[in-house]
C-alpha cells in the first residue's frame, strides 16, 4: 500500500511555483512519488477514498526535495578513521541530504581506474544510509581508464591543477594544461555532448612559491600568505581558455574561493562556452581569515578562506544567473592528528596541518543563518537551486531526483527555517568532530530526512537502516542501472 507524507509547508521545487503548498505526497512502495495533492481538499479526499499504510504528519515542518551534494570526500576504504561511508552517510542524513557525491583523492586506492571503482561500490555496500554516486578521477597516466569509468557509471571525472597535501600527493598527482586538454580530445571522441563532465580543483602552483614565516606556523596569516587569489585566477583562465576551445565538453570549477574569478567565468560564458560551471562552499561564503584564532586549523582548506570582504561577491554571485551554480560542502575531515589537533608542540601548526573542513551535516544550517544575516538574501527557492536542483542537473540525475513531482524518487528534506542550534561535538554523526562551527548558533534544524520513502534520519528516534544506494550514471555508452546496496 501507498505512504502518505502531509505538511502544512511543502516546497515542490517542480517550477510550476515557488510559493509552499498545504497539501500531501503519495509514495508507492517502490519509493517514487506517484502522486501530490496540492490542497487540503485534495488530501482530506484521498484520506476518505484510500487506506494508505502509514501517514506521515510533518504539521509545520518545512518539507521539499532531499539535498543533493556533489562535493564530498569519503576516505573508505583506506581512511576510514578520516570518514568512512557509515560516518559520512549519517551526517549527510543528519543535515538533509539525500544525495552526496563522492570525491575520487583520499581513499586507498583513489577512485581512477574501474577496479577502483569496484573496490568503493563493494566497501559501501550495507553502509550508507543516503544514496552515493562517485566522481573517477583523471590523473596523468590514466588516459585508458577514463571510457571505461564513465561506462561503469561514475558521475563525471575529477581532477586537480596543484598537487594535493601529503599524502594524497603521491597517490592522486596533478595534471597539466596538455594533459587535462588531452582528456578533452578523447572525450569529445567518445561522449554526447552533455555527458563526461571534468570536475577541476582550480588553484595552480606559483611560478615562485611563497616562503612562509616559519617564525609563526600557528598564525593563520602565516598559512593564507602562501596562496594567494593568483592560484585560483590563474587556474580558472586556464579552464576558461579549455572551456571555449571545447564548448560541447562540461567543465567544472570545485570550492571556489576567490571573487575575482567570477567576472572571468562570466565573461567566458557570454563568449560561448555555457557549459563552464562553478561552485563555492559554505566555508566561504560564511567564515572569514580575520577570525581565524590562533591555532585554529580546522579553518585550514585549499583554496583557503579568505577576507571578510571577499564573501560580498561570492554572495552575490550566487543570484539567478550568476557565476556561481551551486554550493558544495568539499567535506574532508581527517584525524585530529593529520589536523595538527593535538597536544605537542606540532600543535597548531598551519603549514603541517592537512587541508579540509568538516562542514557536511551543518552546510544547510550554515548558509541559511548566513542569508539571513544578509537579510534573507537566500529563499527557499534559492536554496533548493543551489543545493539541489543544480547539482542533480550537474550529476545527470535529474530526471529522477532534485524535486517532487510524480515519477521522481522520494527523497525528502523536512526541516524548521525558523529552530536555532548550538553546534557542539555530541551533535556531529562523523568520524571526528573538529569544525570550524563549533559553538556557533546556527538556524535551520533539520527534523527529518527520507530516502525513497524510507525515515533514514528522525531528530529524536535516531536513524533507520543503511538502505541508500550506489547511483551509477546513465551514459549514451552504457546504460546503468541502479544498484541496490
Known amino acids: 500500500m501507498d505512504l502518505l507524507f502531509l505538511s502544512r509547508r511543502i ?26 495533492l496540492r490542497s487540503p481538499q485534495e488530501v482530506n479526499t ?3 477514498n484510500t487506506e494508505s499504510e502509514s501517514v506521515y504528519d510533518f504539521g509545520d515542518l518545512l518539507l521539499m526535495p532531499g539535498l543533493i551534494d556533489p562535493n564530498v570526500h569519503i576516505n573508505e576504504p583506506g581512511r576510514k578513521d578520516w570518514e568512512g561511508f557509515a560516518t559520512a552517510t549519517k551526517a549527510a542524513s543528519a543535515g538533509g541530504f539525500t544525495t552526496i557525491i563522492d570525491r575520487p583523492t583520499n581513499a586507498t586506492p583513489p577512485t581512477v ?10 566497501t559501501a555496500r550495507g553502509k550508507i544510509y543516503v544514496d552515493v554516486g562517485f566522481w573517477g578521477g583523471l590523473v596523468p597516466g590514466n ?3 577514463l571510457a571505461p569509468l564513465l561506462a561503469a557509471g561514475v558521475m563525471g571525472l575529477q ?7 601529503s599524502p594524497v600527493s603521491q597517490e ?58 593568483a592560484m585560483e585566477i590563474s587556474a580558472t583562465q586556464l579552464l576558461c581558455r579549455l572551456a571555449r576551445r571545447h564548448p560541447r565538453r562540461g567543465i567544472h570549477i570545485l570550492n571556489a574561493s576567490s571573487g575575482q574569478c567570477l567576472p572571468l567565468v562570466e565573461e567566458c560564458r557570454r563568449g560561448g562556452a555555457a557549459s563552464l560551471t562553478m561552485e563555492t562552499c559554505p566555508h566561504y561564503l560564511t567564515l572569514a581569515a580575520e577570525e581565524v584564532p590562533e591555532c585554529g586549523t580546522e579553518y585550514k582548506t585549499w583554496p583557503p578562506i579568505r577576507e571578510r570582504r571577499n564573501r560580498d561577491a561570492l554572495w552575490e554571485a550566487l543570484k539567478v544567473g550568476g557565476a556561481i551554480r551551486m554550493i558544495g560542502s568539499d567535506h574532508s575531515p581527517a584525524t585530529p592528528g593529520a589536523r595538527a589537533l593535538t597536544c605537542g608542540r606540532g600543535r597548531g601548526n598551519f603549514l603541517k596541518a592537512w587541508p579540509g573542513i568538516n562542514g557536511l551535516q551543518l552546510s544547510l544550517s550554515v548558509v541559511w543563518t548566513a542569508a539571513n544575516q544578509r537579510g534573507s538574501a537566500l529563499s527557499i527557492a534559492d ?10 542537473i550537474l550529476c545527470g540525475l535529474s530526471a529522477s531526483k532534485g524535486r517532487i513531482a510524480e515519477g521522481f524518487d522520494a527523497d525528502f528534506c523536512v526541516w524548521s527555517p525558523e529552530e536555532e542550534f548550538t553546534v557542539g561535538p555530541e551533535l556531529l554523526y562523523t568520524a571526528t568532530k573538529a569544525t570550524p562551527y563549533a559553538g556557533q548558533r546556527l538556524r535551520g534544524v533539520v527534523h527529518a530526512t527520507v530516502v525513497r520513502g524510507l525515515h533514514v534520519y528522525q531528530q529524536f528516534e535516531g536513524f533507520g537502516q543503511p538502505l541508500g544506494k550506489v547511483l551509477l550514471r546513465r551514459t549514451s555508452r552504457k546504460l546503468v542501472k541502479f544498484v541496490s546496496m
Do not use: W
Open 11 to 36: 516546497f515542490l521545487g517542480d517550477g510550476s511555483q515557488d510559493s509552499l503548498i498545504h497539501g500531501g505526497i503519495i509514495v508507492d512502495t517502490e519509493g517514487i512519488i506517484r502522486k501530490v
Open 46 to 48: 484521498y484520506l476518505y
Open 113 to 122: 581506474s574501474v577496479a577502483a571503482l569496484k573496490a568503493k561500490t563493494s
Open 143 to 145: 588516459g585508458d581508464q
Open 159 to 165: 581532477c586537480t591543477l596543484c598537487d594535493s597535501a
Open 172 to 229: 592522486f598527482p596533478a595534471v597539466n594544461e596538455a594533459q587535462l586538454e588531452e582528456a578533452l580530445v578523447r572525450l569529445e571522441k567518445d561522449h554526447d555532448e552533455g555527458e563526461a563532465i571534468i570536475a577541476v580543483h582550480a588553484e595552480l602552483p606559483l611560478t615562485t612559491e611563497i616562503q612562509p614565516d616559519e617564525e609563526a606556523p600557528r598564525e593563520y596569516g602565516t598559512f593564507l600568505a602562501t596562496r594567494p587569489p
Open 383 to 392: 536554496i533548493h537551486r543551489l543545493m539541489c536542483q543544480e547539482p542533480a
